[in-house]
């Protein structure tokens, strides 16, 4: 039995959606996704060296809590009502040093400069949205970075027939 859940989880697409970039270790850090509100904002922190150095992401109108160690140089990118974060670019050296977010509305934020490696995040299947940020960060910054994708809310707007005459 024990086999089985073992080959069930290995298996499970969850586990392959888990990607990160950059080097990695340190403290595990997560945005849960909320189940209740979407995303509606990205802030990030920065060193004097360009290190990204701490994360939040807005749910809502309430900031997760700040997943790293504030830097000096704060950036923050709030969204439109409706829209949605659907992909994002990046660097690392050691550290992560940017990220540019773009959106389903056109639009995009860049926080930081481009130096070193680069990677692209975006939804396995059409439609999803980012729905929550997962990483790694230390003393001297995030070391490693990884993004959470689902559907987006459908607000409950629709108006239910009633089907007797």
């Known amino acids: 039995m024990l086999l089985w859940l073992t080959l069930a989880l290995l298996w499970s697409p969850t586990c392959w959606a888990a990607q990160t970039y950059g080097r990695g270790g340190g ?15 990205i802030r990030v922190s920065f060193s004097i060296f360009g290190q990204l150095m701490s ?19 704060d950036q923050e990118f709030i969204l439109r009502p409706g829209e949605h974060i659907i992909g994002v ?7 992560i040093r940017q990220l540019f977010v773009y959106t389903d509305q056109g639009r995009g934020a860049t926080f930081g400069m481009e130096d070193g490696l ?18 790694h960060y230390t003393l001297l910054g995030i070391s490693d970075i990884g993004f959470e994708w689902g559907e987006p809310l459908i ?11």
Request: hydrophobic share 25%; aromatic share 16%.
């Open 27 to 41: 403290t595990y850090f997560s945005t849960s996704p909320d189940p209740e509100n979407e995303i509606t904002g």
């Open 55 to 73: 994360i939040q992401v807005r749910y809502g109108s309430s900031w997760s809590e700040t997943c790293g160690h504030r830097g000096v140089n």
């Open 89 to 95: 670019y990046g660097s690392y050296k050691l550290f």
């Open 118 to 135: 680069t990677f692209i995040a975006y939804p396995d299947y059409s439609g999803q949205v980012l729905t929550g940020v997962f990483g």
């Open 155 to 165: 607000e409950a707007t629709t108006i239910t027939q009633s089907t007797t005459p």
